[in-house]
């Protein structure tokens, strides 16, 4: 993919954030990693993801009686190599007003590792460094996760882990 392919402005919103990680790992361990409840509640924030994964179904990252994070569409749905998701941030009236974005997840192997990158686009222009701050310690969870077996135990990454 290039970077013509990655962005895009759609109605004035076309800024974006793209992180790039490698993981020692299979696509399909890392599909499942990304589409488990269980397994997204340990590397982000303890707050597990619900959906049925297939094109145009919702899902919803919450931890359930405690906080509703994020609501939106299954866009793009190619285990265990892409995944487009609508983006609706919840988890507080500020980021609300920012309305929907794009998440899009992209599995490459390479080697015995894989290469993972996560786009976070059609941001407004001033959008709020809350919407996509997370990611890097997301993602660090998500490869400790898969290469090691345990949780990463930074304080963020705990925060609803006990919830």
């Not at 013509?4 to 402005?9: C, I, K, T």
């Not at 488990?36 to 340990?42: D, G, K």
């Not at 009686?65 to 939106?72: E, L, N, W």
Request: contains cysteine.
């Amino acid at each position: 993919m290039n970077d013509e392919q990655a962005y895009a402005v759609v109605g004035g919103r076309g800024s974006m954030t793209v992180f790039e990680i490698y993981v020692k790992t299979t696509p399909e361990r890392l599909w499942e990693a990304i589409t488990s409840e269980e397994m997204r509640a340990r590397y982000s924030f303890g707050v597990g993801t619900v959906s049925d994964w297939t094109p145009g179904s919702d899902y919803m990252a919450s931890v359930p009686g405690v906080i509703d994070i994020a609501s939106g569409e299954n866009l793009e749905v190619d285990p265990p190599r892409r995944l487009v998701q609508s983006f609706t941030a919840l988890w507080s009236e500020d980021v609300q007003k920012e309305g929907t974005s794009r998440v899009t997840w992209e599995i490459e192997p390479v080697g015995t590792s894989c290469r993972l990158r996560v786009t976070h686009d059609q941001l407004g222009e001033d959008a709020s460094n809350e919407l996509y701050g997370g990611w890097p310690m997301i993602l660090s969870g998500l490869k400790t996760l898969l290469e090691t077996g345990e949780d990463l135990d930074t304080p963020g990454s705990l925060r609803y882990a006990d919830a």
